[in-house]
């Protein structure tokens, strides 16, 4: 983000949505993409549109006072004729079919909304307010290892399963892609596949299953 304030802290990034307690309108199925932060704005998106608020003082002159111009990849905020903030959108929106509106959270605090037509549908922005380096909220070490370790739960029992030699903590750890897909990810947990063997032959899901649950995988 590009703004008449310091930059100090980096965008954060979630997988689940943590503002819908302030009673501001909520996309469905928001918690199937990424939201975000950057000081006191957030955003939150579902399959064709992203919700992005700016709070603002009771002394703005919501006709006057306010401009705001979409373009393609960009959003320009302009508040009593300065230029607070400039929105970097790494996906194309649509200028036509976005707009703005004044809201106010359940305690009467008023909100710049900003409602952004994605061009592409189902497109999962990863970050709005800065272009680089937005900070995931599962970087931090202790949901890192927590990741980790069920992770060499679920590779441990899948390899007794499947009678194949299981990767050490020491090649989970020198697996960039996969510390990438850690340090990048929220919430995440194993996920039981269709699994096919070396030789061709299937292995029904819920056999792999209760194979986990036998070898105490959550």
């Known amino acids: 983000i590009e703004s008449s304030e310091s930059n100090e802290d980096n965008e954060q990034i979630y997988r689940v949505y943590p503002y ?12 199937n993409y990424y939201s975000g932060s950057y000081k006191k704005c957030f955003w939150h998106q579902n399959a064709d549109q992203v919700l992005v608020y700016i709070p603002i003082d009771d002394d703005i002159d919501y006709k006057n006072d306010i401009n705001i111009k979409f373009e393609t ?3 320009e905020i302009f508040i009593k004729d300065q230029l607070e903030y400039t929105l970097i959108c790494n996906e194309r929106l649509s200028p036509e079919g976005s707009f703005w509106i004044i809201e106010s959270d359940n305690i009467d605090k008023k909100y710049l909304q900003i409602d952004i037509e994605k061009r592409q549908r189902m ?5 709005l ?3 680089e380096n937005p900070k995931y909220v599962g970087n931090n070490i202790s949901q890192r290892n927590e990741i980790l370790q069920k992770l060499y739960q679920a590779n441990t029992g899948m390899s007794k399963l499947l009678g194949n030699e299981p990767e050490t903590y020491e090649d ?4 960039k892609e996969l510390m990438k897909s850690i340090n990048t990810e929220v919430n995440t947990k194993p996920q039981v596949l269709d699994v096919n063997t070396e030789d061709g032959s299937y292995i029904d899901p819920n056999i792999i299953e209760k194979a986990m649950k036998d070898y105490g995988i959550n």
Do not use: E, V
């Open 129 to 131: 307010f800065q272009s």
């Open 123 to 127: 497109i999962n922005w990863k970050n």
């Open 172 to 175: 989970m750890l020198g697996n």
């Open 20 to 31: 819908s307690s302030l009673g501001l309108p909520k996309l469905s199925d928001c918690n």
């Open 73 to 75: 990849k960009s959003i």
